[in-house]
């Protein structure tokens, strides 16, 4: 496994990343909103998920609006379950932990087999969206906790099945959307987007104001410094 994630800068890279430095327009409109992009099975994005929430509340009531845009930060997976990866991993969350106080479970460590796909994770929060609207950040968070905490596939379907039922989802109509091709296809979709966006790491933060897109954070962050970026740039925009 390449060593993506980095301690310093709380930032996770994808493997697929390619070098585009120009932040696209695809799919931008003319409200002023955060876009988050992440990835559930990406641990600095467990690590900043409080801090994102409250500043998703903090400008609730501000007219900015909140939406999230699919990282895919390891889509397919196929690293070598190994104690090499797992050692890794063993210290990366530690870091997280220790900047974030983020919990962690380390009960995967366990496993003689483990694909670090992070594809199905993502495809589910696409899934879920309209069937879960306002509270799709807490979907997503769900998901990490049930991986990072409690150390569970989000691999496998019935992963989902006790989230769905937290937040009164019909798990039969969360299943059909999530092994549909349209979901599948929207997921790639959003793959694409953010790297055409010229995203290189994930949690990645940024403004969209007057058409046009603003970094706001890349990396770990708390809320008071998202908050503070994000004051700014409206400010000399």
Known sequence: MNPYCDPETGIC???TFEDLQSIGQDKLTDKTEII???DPMCSWCWGISPDLIKLRDYY???EVGYRIVVGGLRPGGGDAWDDKMKDFLKEHWGHVTEM???PFGYRLMDRDDFNYDTEPACRAVVAARPLVQEKEMEFFEEIQRKFYVESEDPGQ????QSICEKFDVDFKK???RFESEEIRYETNAEFSLNRQWGVQGYPTMVLLHKDQLFMI????ATFEQMKAQVEKTMEEA
Not at 157 to 160: A, K, N, T, V
Not at 217 to 220: N, T, W
């Open 13 to 15: 890279t994808p493997s």
């Open 36 to 38: 988050y992009i992440g």
């Open 60 to 62: 609730r009531d501000k």
């Open 100 to 102: 974030s106080g983020q």
């Open 157 to 160: 379907l019935e992963f989902y």
């Open 174 to 176: 969360f299943s059909d």
């Open 217 to 220: 954070a890349h990396g770990y």
